[in-house]
């Protein structure tokens, strides 16, 4: 994402997809979800693990 989480961490793991899209911070384990659009503006980059 754009912007790091509150945490400091800035890795996200995405749960699920679909018209809302579910993400986990990987620093503290948060979860939260974002329409499919805010989620594509927010977007950096995408790192495969």
């Given at each position: 994402?754009?912007?790091a989480h509150p945490?400091?961490?800035n890795e996200?793991?995405?749960t699920r997809l679909?018209?809302?899209i579910k993400i986990k911070c990987l620093?503290?384990?948060r979860s939260i979800m974002l329409p499919?659009?805010?989620f594509n503006k927010k977007l950096?980059?995408?790192i495969k693990l």
């Open positions: 994402m754009k912007k945490c400091g961490h996200w793991e995405i679909g018209a809302d620093g503290c384990g499919r659009i805010d950096k980059k995408i």
